[in-house]
């Protein structure tokens, strides 16, 4: 934002805040400037999610929990789907491929809508916009550490301890939260525009969900162009070193670099697309 100071009528100078011309910078350090405002925003969500929520942080458990029965009885008993060469039970095959894609799409069904449910705040204050949707998609953190520890405890059940490679968990979870917030951006900032996308958005995540490893491994994309294409896919490289990481199951190719700078992509075009739109939310919100 730019200021200019200005002489009101009354003889005293007027502060003006006015959005820069052209593609604005992105300006980043107003995040942590305004951190105080994104933790609060982050413990509403938190509170707001389990405050009415009848099941409360019950469903954060049922939630992966069902959808693992569900998996392996149609994918892995029914059809024959398996978790690889590896030996991975498939139960903890599926739960650990559920577990980052769940904050994926949770982040997605939060943040979408994020930007429209803050039109008061969007349209009294000033505060850097990236706040909003950063704090949704910390919002369903919570989640994601519960299922983490039910995946724990599923591994001890099946007597499958993780390996060395947990050590790379921290940069995959980086990875999973950087992919959830840079499609949010591009989302979050057409739901103002647009309103269309409340009905685009669940068809776009039960589409992304097919496309992604989550039910099956990625052994069974064959080989060649398909492979390079599959991986075009952020989630690809994301579930499958998530897999790796926790379960030793198939090693990331060369193509998770491909994943990566995919993500990449997305976040750094999603945080352009998102600072050139916000000149326009208080106004069209």
Do not use: C
Not at 74 to 84: D, E, Q, V
Request: hydrophobic share 55%; aromatic share 16%; charged share 10%.
């Amino acid at each position: 934002m730019e200021t200019q100071t200005r002489a009101a009528s009354g003889g005293g100078p007027t502060l003006v805040i006015e959005p820069k011309k052209g593609w604005a910078h992105l300006e980043l350090r107003e995040l942590w400037a305004y951190r105080e405002l994104l933790y609060f925003l982050a413990w509403r969500n938190i509170l707001i999610r389990y405050k009415q929520a009848v099941l409360g942080v019950a469903w954060a458990v049922l939630n992966p929990v069902v959808t693992m029965v569900v998996f392996t009885v149609i994918f892995n008993k029914l059809l024959g789907i398996g978790s690889g060469k590896y030996g991975v039970p498939y139960p903890i095959f599926a739960y650990a491929g559920l577990l980052p894609w769940n904050f994926f799409s949770g982040t997605l069904s939060s943040a979408g809508s994020s930007l429209v449910g803050s039109q008061g705040l969007l349209q009294k204050i000033y505060f850097p916009r990236l706040v909003i949707p950063t704090s949704a998609m910390l919002g369903t953190f919570p989640d994601f550490i519960i299922s983490f520890v039910v995946l724990i405890v599923l591994m001890a059940i099946y007597r499958f301890p993780p390996t060395v490679n947990v050590l790379w968990l921290p940069l995959l979870l980086l990875l999973a939260m950087v992919t959830a917030l840079g499609v949010s951006l591009w989302i979050s900032a057409a739901y103002v525009l647009y309103r269309d996308v409340q009905y685009i958005l669940p068809f776009l995540v039960q589409l992304w969900f097919f496309v992604s490893p989550v039910m099956y491994p990625t052994s069974k994309i064959p080989p060649g162009k398909w492979s390079v294409i599959y991986n075009l896919n952020p989630m690809t490289g994301v579930i499958g070193g998530f897999r790796w990481a926790l379960l030793g199951e198939q090693p990331p190719s060369h193509l998770i670099w491909l994943s990566a700078l995919m993500v990449f992509v997305i976040f750094i075009g999603g945080l352009y697309y998102f600072r050139r739109m916000e000149r326009i939310f208080a106004d069209v919100v």
